[in-house]
């Protein structure tokens, strides 16, 4: 069956520096990947999708890689804030009209100032 | 744009009652909506997926009579759990698609959390 792993359960980086995730995947080829950020308590939050023949997308301070033949992601947040600190979800969309995701469980992201 | 609201964020009640969570997508209309359920460090799992107006869809090990799902309209589904009992404690959150978009992202509802004493 499909497994999803986020290396890290939990990270601490220092204000300013860049926090690297990982997400790797088995037995799965995903048409999309998408990445939520998740604070306690809180419903997920949408950050970025990438494409099974995108290598790389951003947004502002936000970098997502997708290698499809290591089965990996990678989320990159440069310049990192301690309003970053929160769980970065990974989540594998199938694509083809199904809506149906398979989440990670996070990694807790702590940025100390 | 894209809001979904959850209602109630925190339910506390006692063992062989019913509880009712409410899903509402403010500003689009759905064409599917999901229920998962988070235990603590651990991931979102799907537990059903609802389409409006036909009867909602399962995943494996879920009970269909224990969880109930109404997705009466395009901006409302429903779940209600039925006769709960403290196992059934967890963190429940709703997300739903846009009609009209294909492989959009997910907008998840606040969550709610139920404690069954």
């Known amino acids: 069956s499909q497994k999803i792993e986020q290396n890290s359960e939990a990270l601490n980086i220092q204000e300013g520096k860049t926090a690297t995730l990982t997400c790797n995947y088995t037995n799965y080829s995903p048409a999309y990947l998408q990445w939520y950020r998740q604070d306690p308590g809180r419903g997920p939050v949408f950050l970025l999708l990438i494409r099974e023949n995108e290598k790389e997308k951003r947004k502002e301070r936000l970098k997502v890689t997708f290698d499809t033949t290591l089965k990996q992601s990678l989320f990159h947040i440069t310049a990192s804030q301690p309003a970053d600190s929160a769980t970065y979800l990974c989540a594998l969309d199938p694509g083809a009209g199904s809506y149906q995701l398979t989440f990670g469980k996070g990694t807790k992201l702590s940025v100390i100032p | 744009g894209a809001v979904v609201s959850q209602h109630p964020s925190r339910v506390i009640c006692k063992s062989g009652t019913s509880v009712k969570i409410e899903c509402r997508s403010l500003?689009?209309?759905?064409?599917?909506m999901f229920w998962y359920r988070q235990f603590p460090k651990q991931s979102l799992m799907l537990m059903a997926t609802s389409n409006e107006g036909s009867k909602a869809t399962y995943e494996q090990g879920v009970e269909k009579d224990k969880f109930l799902i109404n997705h009466a309209s395009l901006t409302l589904s429903t779940l209600t759990v039925t006769s709960a009992h403290p196992e059934d404690s967890s963190f429940y959150i709703c997300?739903?698609?846009?009609?009209?978009?294909?492989?959009?992202?997910?907008?998840f509802g606040n969550g709610t959390r139920l404690t069954v004493t």
């Open positions: 997300s739903a698609s846009q009609l009209g978009t294909n492989n959009s992202p997910l907008h």
């Open positions: 500003d689009f209309q759905a064409t599917t």
